[in-house]
C-alpha cells in the first residue's frame, strides 16, 4: 500500500485556484503532525501550511501564504488538504506532503511531490 496519495494541483494562472490534497493510507503509526511543502527550483525546501495535533490542531503558515492558503482535515484522520487561492507566480514549486508520526516510531515521511505552475 502507497504510504501517500497526493492529489492535486497542476497550472493556475496568477490570481487563480488551486488545491491539493493528500492522504497516508500507508503510514500504520498514529500521524501528529501533517501537512504541505514546496521547494522551488535551485531553493530550499519550505512549510507551506501544517496541522499540529500537538498543539490542538493548530493550523501553522508560512507567512508569505496566509491570508491565501487554508489548510484543513485531521492528521489523526491521516488526511490533509490545501486550498490555494490568489496564486501568484512566486508559488510555483513541487509541493510535498509531509507527515510526523508519533511514540514509537517518531519519523518523517514525504510524498512524492506534486508540481504546482503559476503563470503570470
Known amino acids: 500500500q502507497a504510504q501517500f496519495v497526493e492529489s492535486g494541483g497542476g497550472l493556475a494562472q496568477s490570481g487563480g485556484s488551486l488545491s491539493l490534497s493528500c492522504e497516508a493510507p500507508g503510514i500504520q503509526y498514529r500521524i501528529l503532525v501533517m501537512g504541505w511543502y514546496r521547494q522551488a527550483p535551485g531553493k530550499q525546501r519550505e512549510l507551506v501550511a501544517t496541522?499540529?495535533?500537538?498543539?490542538?490542531?493548530?493550523?501553522i503558515y508560512a507567512d508569505g501564504v496566509k491570508g491565501r492558503f487554508a489548510i484543513s482535515g485531521s492528521p489523526a484522520n491521516s488526511a490533509v488538504h490545501l486550498q490555494m487561492n490568489k496564486l501568484k507566480p512566486e508559488d510555483t514549486a513541487v509541493y510535498f506532503c509531509?507527515?510526523?508520526?508519533?511514540?514509537?516510531?517518531?519519523?518523517?515521511?514525504w510524498g512524492q511531490g506534486t508540481q504546482v505552475t503559476v503563470s503570470s
Open positions: 509531509k507527515a510526523r508520526t508519533g511514540w514509537p516510531d517518531s519519523n518523517d515521511y
Open positions: 496541522l499540529d495535533d500537538t498543539i490542538g490542531g493548530a493550523p
